[in-house]
Nanobody, 114 residues
Framework: VQLQASGGGFVQAGGSLRLSCKASGIHFGINTFGWYRQAPGKQRDLVGSITSSGSANYADSVKDRFTISRDNVRRTLFLDMASLKPEDTAVYYC?????????WGQGTQVTVSS
């Protein structure tokens, strides 16, 4: 299983970014996927997740600003981030659980300046 994340970058507060995570080695359509983030010196926290049916849920800190979606044909997970804040600065990871194991993407840095 491989998860390849991309799309991070530097953006000013109030701006937007889209992260992508392309998966291989699994039956993409039946898996639940999540996005996590880890700021310097802090634990890795769940941003949100999306089920195989497309139902998404979010952490309170990003609700109404972030949207998780999936394209089962392209085997890709997305995280659309809007109204970004400096406190959203972190390394973002995509995640899935497959055959009793956790799999993580390599992480992509998002930096939001004030």
């Amino acid at each position: 299983v491989q998860l390849q994340a991309s799309g991070g970058g530097f953006v000013q507060a109030g701006g937007s970014l889209r992260l992508s995570c392309k998966a291989s080695g699994i039956h993409f359509g039946i898996n639940t996927f999540g996005w996590y983030r880890q700021a310097p010196g802090k634990q890795r926290d769940l941003v949100g997740s999306i089920t195989s049916s497309g139902s998404a849920n979010y952490a309170d800190s990003v609700k109404d600003r972030f949207t998780i979606s999936r394209d089962n044909v392209r085997r890709t997970l997305f995280l659309d981030m809007a109204s970004l804040k400096p406190e959203d600065t972190a390394v973002y990871y995509c995640h899935t659980f497959h055959r009793d194991r956790n799999f993580w993407g390599q992480g992509t840095q998002v930096t939001v300046s004030s």
